[in-house]
């Protein structure tokens, strides 16, 4: 009877065992269903678009829905088209109202003239061969072209030609915002009056050396003008192509700043601008390049407008909420 008993009790830890492995296996099996549903989901959100996946950079465009082609720029063509047409109206004014119409050098003005004063940098620009000014002025004139109209290159790569209207529009705006920074910001000519270094050639021609026109050194149009035309080129490029590494982007922007640099030496070489001149009109035209497009991709929610009270006065507010960008649905399928 005792013999049983014990029986028993063992029979009933041994059934109690075997319930709690059973209980444990069962919740095992829940939870590793329930990972692999999430893992699921998680793809699928990735796959989507709606949330960024390990270890990709989330400050770029995630890839759109299956069968929608996205734009990797927002585009209002009324408010860019408007922008660009109103800076090129201004800055037309400003090239023969405000930079061409400058006074002549004095007599006085240019006996006063001291290249001594200048740093060993600049008077780089004060040893140059002045008979071939002229040519090299034509030469870059051409190189600028050739530079400005090669940046439709882009077109060659499949992916950046569909969206060849809205880059177009956004390559104008860029230049637009370059010209106008030329022609109406504090270093530009028009609020400056750096003599050119044709000025300093005590050799040449009075009627060469005393034009207004050579009050107009400070900064460098052409390398500008240049240096946003490459850049916007490398930043379009690299912006399509996500996958490249960090070390090739850099290098696209590194080949970008050959062809400015190579229009500023034409610029120098031909008496128009100092050393210094082309690097300012290079950081600018670069930052031109590059800021403009990026601008671009912000959402439409990530900046706001509006208007703030201080203690001095009212005044303007921007707010830029910079969070994860989505590639735009197509507005010209």
């Known amino acids: 009877m005792v013999q049983l008993y014990v029986s028993c009790r ?10 709690l492995m059973s209980f444990s296996l069962s919740a095992h099996s829940q939870t590793a269903a329930d990972s692999s549903r999430e893992s699921d989901a998680q793809s699928q959100a990735i796959s989507d678009g709606l949330i960024v996946p390990p270890g990709k950079d989330s400050a770029l465009p995630l890839p759109p829905p299956p ?22 109206g201004a800055n037309i004014y400003a090239i023969n109202g405000l930079i061409r119409s400058k006074s002549d050098i004095t007599p006085k003005e240019l006996a006063g003239l001291n290249p001594d004063a200048m740093n060993g940098f600049e008077r780089w620009a004060l040893r140059q061969d002045p008979d071939r000014a002229e040519q090299l002025d034509k030469n870059s004139d051409y ?50 009056n750096k003599y050119r270094p044709i000025v300093y050639y005590n050799d040449l021609p009075v009627e060469a050396r005393n034009g207004g026109n050579n009050k107009n050194s400070l900064y460098s149009g052409h390398t500008a003008s240049a240096a946003a035309s490459t850049f916007f080129m490398a930043k379009i490029f690299n912006d399509y192509h996500p996958e490249f590494s960090s ?87």
């Open 10 to 19: 063992q029979h009933r830890h041994l059934l109690a065992a075997l319930l």
């Open 247 to 333: 070390g090739k982007k850099y290098l696209m922007y590194g080949l970008a700043s050959i062809p400015p640099l190579i229009e500023g030496y034409y610029r120098m070489a031909a008496l128009k601008h100092f050393p210094s001149d082309i690097l300012i009109g290079f950081l600018i035209g670069a930052t031109c390049g590059v800021a403009v497009p990026e601008m671009h991709r912000f959402k439409k929610q990530a900046i706001r407008f509006g208007v703030a009270t201080t203690p001095v006065g009212p005044g303007l507010s921007v707010t830029w909420r910079p969070g994860q960008k989505k590639a735009m649905p197509s507005l010209l399928q």
């Open 67 to 88: 069968g929608v082609h996205a734009h990797l720029y927002r585009m209002n063509y009324w408010v860019s088209g408007g922008f660009c047409l109103a800076a090129t």
């Open 143 to 192: 190189i600028l072209q050739g530079i400005v109209l090669g940046t439709a290159a882009l077109g060659f790569d499949k992916a950046i030609r569909k969206d060849a209207l809205r880059l177009l529009m956004l390559y104008y705006e860029t230049h637009a915002v370059t010209f106008t920074l030329y022609n109406f910001s504090f270093f530009g000519p028009s609020f400056q």
